[in-house]
């Protein structure tokens, strides 16, 4: 039986073995729920960068560049990190270099993996079937916030490992956790994320419709997976 583990945050992935494992990025509020939707809005390919000089210099090469950091949009670059702005018509079949304060560095951290999927709310279906027909030992990703863990991304690995444990072994404590805390609050997510420390960051800077959005599950069937280091479905 395949193995289910759930890393709460990218500075304790040095413990984790990631040879022939499936990594699943986790970064709920907002940069996987809009690599998901951009997807699915039709854009070619997403190169995710963990500075913001590295998608600068993307830019002059072609691509959309997205960046992000604290929340807000940063000057001189063309989009935010809003679902919403990642559905525009204008951007399918673009290239997007994207970088963000959480994600991305999530995913960079990540590339040695056997398979690196993204996942989020939208997309759990897609993401609970990927792991299922794989087979193989996954570890479940939060990107957290700067380095500390969030409640978001511990309740997506959380819905992860509740779709999953009679196929799964339920490999450490914080995968046992996480499932505990999707079960206790699956039925009122926004409520109990209400509390949460990036949803109140979020709410300051007035993002209220964004939350919403990442908190529907499995709105979207499709699920974008690193290739050489870009995104693609």
Same mark, same amino acid.
């Given at each position: ?8 945050? =990218?500075?304790?992935? =040095? ?36 500075? +913001? ?29 809003? =679902?919403?702005?990642?559905?525009? =018509? ?22 040695? $993996? ?63 956790? $996480? ?9 009122? +997510? ?35 997976? +690193? ?7």
């Amino acid at each position: 039986m395949p193995k289910l583990d759930v890393c709460l945050t =990218p500075e304790l992935l =040095p413990l984790f073995n990631l040879e022939d494992k499936i990594v699943v990025i986790i970064d709920v509020l907002r940069a996987t729920s809009c690599m998901v939707t951009g997807f699915a809005h039709g854009i070619s390919e997403i190169l995710p960068v963990a500075t +913001l000089e590295e998608s600068a210099t993307y830019g002059l090469l072609g691509y959309i560049t997205a960046a992000e950091r604290n929340g807000l949009k940063v000057d001189g670059f063309d989009l935010d990190n809003s =679902p919403f702005s990642y559905m525009d =018509p204008v951007l399918r079949g673009k290239k997007i270099c994207v970088t963000t304060t959480n994600g991305t560095k999530a995913v960079v951290l990540s590339s040695s $993996a056997k398979k690196v999927i993204i996942g989020s709310f939208l997309n759990l279906k897609a993401v609970c079937d990927y792991l299922y027909i794989r087979g193989l030992d996954a570890i479940l990703l939060c990107a957290g916030w700067k380095g500390q863990v969030n409640a978001e991304d511990t309740l997506f690995a959380g819905a992860v490992v509740g779709h999953l444990k009679d196929t799964f072994q339920i490999g450490n404590d914080s995968a046992l956790i $996480a499932e505990n805390l999707y079960a206790m609050h699956k039925n009122h +997510l926004g409520e109990f994320l209400k509390e949460s420390s990036h949803y109140k960051r979020l709410n300051r800077l007035k993002i209220y419709k964004d939350i919403d959005f990442c908190l529907q599950h499995s709105l979207y069937d499709c699920l974008p997976r +690193l290739e050489k280091n870009v995104l693609v479905v």
